[in-house]
C-alpha cells in the first residue's frame, strides 16, 4: 500500500537548520531566530490538510515515510516511520523527529536525519527564501 503527498513551502532569512532532534515545515509565514527546527515556512498545508488515505496509512507502526526535500536544485531523502499514535491534527505544522515521541504535529518518527544533519547548501538555498518541494510518500507492507 502506498500514498503521497506534495507540500509546497518557501525558506526564510532566519532559517538556521540547527535543531539537534527534529525538523519542521510550517504553514506560518513568518519565523523568528528561536526557531531552529523551521526550515520552510508558508506551506500550503499543515498536518491536518493531508488526504484522510494518506494520514490513515501513516497512522500504523509499520509505515515508512520517505520525504524528498527539493530545493535550489539540491534534493535530498529522510526515510523515518510512522506510528499507531499519530493523530495528524495540527492545522499548521508538520515536524519530523529523531526520537519516538509523537503528537499533532508529528509527521514522522525515528527520522534517520533532522535540520542539523541537512546539507548546508540546502540551507543556504532556504535563506535566499527559495521554494522547496516536499515529497512525502508513505508505504505499508501488503
Request: proline content about 2%; charged content about 25%; overall charge positive.
Given at each position: 500500500m502506498k500514498a503521497q503527498e506534495t507540500v509546497v513551502c518557501r525558506g526564510h532569512p532566519l532559517v538556521l537548520g540547527t535543531h539537534p532532534t527534529t525538523f519542521e515545515v510550517t504553514r506560518e509565514e513568518h519565523l523568528t531566530a528561536n526557531g531552529n527546527c523551521i526550515i520552510g515556512i508558508a506551506a500550503d498545508r499543515g498536518c491536518a490538510d493531508l488526504s484522510p488515505a494518506f494520514?490513515?496509512?501513516?497512522?500504523?507502526?509499520?509505515?515508512l515515510l520517505t520525504t524528498?526535500?527539493?530545493?535550489?536544485?539540491?534534493?535530498?531523502?529522510?526515510?523515518?516511520?510512522?506510528?499507531?499514535?499519530?493523530?495528524?491534527?495540527?492545522?499548521?505544522?508538520?515536524?519530523?523527529?529523531?526520537s519516538s515521541f509523537v503528537c499533532g504535529r508529528t509527521i514522522g518518527?525515528?527520522?534517520?536525519?533532522v535540520a542539523a544533519d541537512l546539507p548546508r547548501d540546502l540551507v543556504e538555498s532556504l535563506v535566499q527564501g527559495k521554494e522547496m518541494i516536499v515529497t512525502l510518500t508513505v508505504t505499508r507492507p501488503g
Open positions: 494520514r490513515a496509512l501513516l497512522a500504523h507502526d509499520d509505515a524528498r526535500l527539493a530545493c535550489g536544485g539540491i534534493s535530498i531523502e529522510i526515510r523515518s516511520r510512522g506510528s499507531a499514535q499519530m493523530t495528524h491534527n495540527h492545522p499548521t505544522d508538520m515536524v519530523w523527529r529523531r518518527i525515528l527520522s534517520d536525519m
